[in-house]
């Protein structure tokens, strides 16, 4: 063992394991070791007892259009709105531009402990592979401290915007890791649905839709999605973001289509901050919150993840990347108030996501990749409700960033 470690975490909770601390032994970017006082003569870092998770997990974020609230005007604060706002701007965009403002969102992710992402880049005739090449070469420069997974879609519509799908097919050919849909903005939704399901098999990729966007529980886009599951035999390998409309019936019927979504193996990622500032616009008072309940979803065995989504752009004008705040507002907007249910939140950005996105080497055990952030709290509960500050983290053994305790300063004696 002293010759097989060469960076120990000593006096570590781990997340999910319960109260006791154990050193983390770590060689070659792999955890090797974990117990109680390992012995070893590698550089330590001591944790006096705080709590480390495996990094979070980002499965819905827009690198390509993030920081552009400066380009844009937000008057009515409306889903169409923030469509045209961003659809102008993109007139503007360029390789470099994207890059630039695509890595300052992702060094923000670094710095609050994520280490997965997967990122939505839009793909049409007018942005052509501008955004899927500028993060591409974020993907490579960024290696080193965050895993990137790339999803391309058509935000404009597909069987309605000609020489989209064609676009798309280039995308997944020259190395998009997935292919997603927007059904809610094509002429013939179901069609897209159609189309997105033959491009993912064609290439054996996974699927991640942008779906059910507005308050209105009458007609759902999922049905057909589930439905295209089942005749694909895609169960496991499917998402779908926003959802709105789940917010907006009551308890039987969730229930329902949580045990629809489980039995058929798609997964839900709520993405509280966008889906609160833009929902319920047509309301004066009473205005209803828009947020699907990831969390009553997850007790029926559906896999779901919290996310950020847009940063600093009409959809979403703020954000820091903060998987932490993220699952703390979902918490207020949710209601969730017991210790244990407040614990639980911290697996929606963490090992559900994980699951989501089909990760196979997640999670603090020997044998997967050194990818370890310590938070400034000693559980699961504190971490969510006191908004634990993330103070280091590791991407396979290799320091990402670190930040400083809160230290007082208390006046002499």
């Keep these: 063992m002293r010759n097989a470690i060469d960076l120990v975490l000593r006096e570590a909770r781990i997340a999910g394991s319960g109260p006791d601390v154990v050193d983390i032994g770590v060689h070659d970017g792999r955890i090797v070791a974990i117990g109680p006082h390992l012995a070893c003569e590698a550089p330590a870092h001591n944790l006096d007892g705080r709590l480390v998770v495996p990094g979070f997990v980002e499965t819905h974020i827009h690198l390509d259009k993030s920081h552009i609230s400066d380009r844009c005007t937000i008057r009515q604060g409306t889903l169409a709105e923030a469509f045209a706002e961003t659809t102008a701007a993109k007139r503007g965009f360029t390789v470099e531009d994207i890059y630039g403002r695509a890595s300052r969102t992702l060094v923000k992710a670094i710095s609050q402990g994520t280490t997965r992402v997967r990122t939505h880049v839009e793909i049409d005739p007018r942005i052509g592979f501008k955004g899927f090449n500028a993060i591409r070469k974020l993907k490579q420069d960024y290696a080193w401290a965050v895993d990137l997974e790339i999803c391309v879609f058509p935000q ?79 169960g496991g390998r499917v998402t779908v973001g926003h959802a709105t409309k789940l917010s907006a019936i009551d308890t039987q019927a969730l229930a329902a289509v949580a045990r629809r979504l489980a039995e058929v193996g798609v997964a839900v990622t709520v993405i509280p901050a966008t889906d609160l500032f833009l929902m319920g616009r047509d309301h004066d008072h009473n205005v209803p919150r828009g947020v699907t309940p990831a969390h009553r979803l997850s007790a029926h065995g559906v896999t779901c993840s919290l996310a950020t989504n847009n940063v600093l752009n009409p959809f979403t004008p703020y954000g820091d990347c903060s998987l932490i705040r993220m699952a ?86």
């Design 328 to 413: 703390n507002l979902y918490a207020n907007i949710a209601q969730v108030g017991r210790t244990s249910q407040i614990a639980a939140l911290l697996d929606l950005v963490t090992t559900a996501p994980a699951k989501l996105m089909n990760l196979t080497d997640y999670g603090i055990a020997v044998g997967n990749p050194a990818d370890v952030v310590v938070l400034d709290c000693t559980d699961e509960a504190a971490a969510i409700a006191e908004l634990a500050s993330p103070l280091l983290g590791f991407k396979r053994g290799r320091r990402t960033f670190e930040r400083s305790a809160v230290a007082i300063n208390w006046p002499q004696a």
């Design 156 to 234: 404009e519509g597909l069987l309605n915007d000609p020489g989209t799908e064609e676009l798309l097919i280039a995308a997944c050919r020259d190395g998009a890791d997935l292919i997603g849909g927007c059904p809610y903005v094509d002429s013939d939704p179901h069609g897209h649905i159609a189309r997105v399901f033959a491009i993912a098999e064609q290439f054996d990729l996974d699927i991640d839709f942008h779906l059910d966007f507005d308050l209105d529980p009458s007609w759902m886009h999922l049905d057909e999605v589930l439905r295209q599951t089942e005749r694909t035999g895609w």
